[in-house]
């Protein structure tokens, strides 16, 4: 199918699902079929990408004479082939990556109180995204802060297409409003950070019960009768890095301690992967830098109801319909200009 037809689809789909009426059974095939068009949108996005990448290698070898630019221009083409060879098992987004689930993880940056509620707008934001898509979500970490936002979020998102979908959306988000408590109506700007990690890298990741040190507490926050009558939270540090990752949503200690090692696996996974691409000189910024204002990939302008991703320099308008989980025209937008 062409993306026309994988797109025209999906919108059906997605406002079939989006019914209160509709039969559970009808309801469970939509959701089904759902993602099945989201996985061929995720590999026909990545054979586009890499045409793309194949065309700009060609037209350096046709036009260019300085050697070091040819040669890197063979070696995307070597890559290339390689990719085609193997099924595509080294690119971005392969027919194997795109089963991943992923971990997603918000924080508030820059703005105090104000940075915290937008990050559980981001997290709503994402939930919801989710729930379009028939991913199934797992909140693995959440501490809410006083005002009803979030110091902290971890989410395993899982399905088709969920790592490739959201991968592009780790960075730092950045918001403009008035806040509520702003009497004068003067605007503030805020922060977020988002990382997005592949779930599926931490699988054969092995970690000696040396190298942790690993604590129960109790837990912290909104929770009911089930907060604070017993130590159920865990923390773990991993003594070489300096990692803490920290559990408490679940209601038992165990439960508590498999999240906390699915996530600090995660991370380490993550880390060993940016390490390897360091070696090799393909080393990125790091997902989520400082979580400064100047580092942001994405402005939520609200006196403008307008948000903006800084990467393609491309604004969309109605900025409630994209926090209510909307994305994927941006995320397709960001994804079809990636190199």
Known sequence: MKRDDLNAESETLLAKLASPS??????????????????????????????????????????????????????????????????????????????EAAILEIRPGTGGDEAALFAADLGRMYVRFAERHGFKLTVLDETSSDLGGLKSLVLAVAGPGAYQLLQREAGVHRVQRIPETEKSGRIHTSTATVAVLPKAAARDM????????????????????????????????????????VSQTARNQKANRDQAMEILLTKLAARKHAEEKEKTGAARKAQIGTGERSEKIRTYNFPQDRVTDHRIGKSWHHIQNILDGNLDALIESVTTNAS
């Open 22 to 99: 509709i039969p559970p059974d009808e309801r469970a095939n939509a959701a089904r079929r759902l993602k099945e068009l989201q996985t061929e949108l995720v590999l026909l996005q990545q054979e586009e990408v890499r045409e793309k990448r194949r065309r700009e290698a060609e037209a350096v070898l046709a036009d260019e004479t300085d050697k070091e630019l040819r040669a890197l221009a063979e070696e995307e083409l070597k890559n290339l082939s390689q990719e085609a060879t193997s099924g595509g098992t080294n690119s971005a987004i392969s027919s194997k990556t795109a089963k």
């Open 206 to 245: 092995q970690i000696p019960i040396s190298e942790l040190r690993i604590d129960t507490m109790r837990a912290s926050g909104p929770g009911g009768q089930f907060v604070n009558r017993r130590e159920s939270a865990v923390r773990i540090l991993h003594i070489p890095t300096g990692i803490i990752v």
